[in-house]
Each structure stands twice: as C-alpha cells, then as structure tokens.
C-alpha cells in the first residue's frame, strides 16, 4: 500500500507465480523507482519465526522523512473456527528501504 504526494492511497501486488523473495523484491524497486511521487509506503507479509515456532504477520512501514518502523506479531490459527489468536506484537525501528 503507498499514499502519493496528492493523499491517493493505491494497493500495489506482484504476482504469485514467482518467488516470494523476487516477489518482495520487485515490489521494493518499484516503489523505489516512484519515490518521488510517494510519501508512505506500507508492506505486509506472512513470515515464519524460527525462534517463536510460529508463524506471524510482519508489516513494515516507511515514511519519506526517512522514518521506518517494522511490526511483528505472531499467530496462530484455530483450525476448527478458522479464525486467528495473536501473540504480542513487536515494534523495532526499521532501515529505511526507499528514501
């Protein structure tokens, strides 16, 4: 998701038919290649935590005043409700990636 200089909030996506390393870095450079038309950028993705067991959802955001922070927070799903219980989410500042 990016917001644009004029406040338009667009939803940018790869396709799934590559792998999700090139997928994120595709995604990366062209919002590199637009740095100067956006203002934020947020990408969300689902990783896995060697250390936790777990999976988790990992959202990193940046701002072009070069602020960037990362969120994680791990999951777990209940086969039966199909619904997901979160376990404490992680804030750690970010490297910025664009500006």
């Known amino acids: 998701m990016a917001e644009d200089v004029d406040g338009q ?3 940018e996506m790869v396709g799934d038919d590559i792998a999700e390393d090139e ?3 595709l995604l990366w450079s062209g919002f590199r290649d637009k740095a100067d038309e ?22 990193y955001a940046e ?9 994680t927070s791990p999951y777990r799903r209940k086969r039966l409700r199909h619904s997901l219980t979160f376990g404490e989410f992680l804030l750690a500042p970010g490297v910025p990636r664009i500006w």
């Open 9 to 11: 909030i667009s939803v």
């Open 23 to 25: 997928m994120l870095d």
């Open 38 to 59: 956006l203002v934020a950028v947020v990408v969300a993705e689902d990783v896995y935590i060697p250390s936790l067991g777990s999976d988790a959802i990992q959202i």
């Open 63 to 71: 701002h072009s005043e070069r602020i960037a922070v990362e969120s």
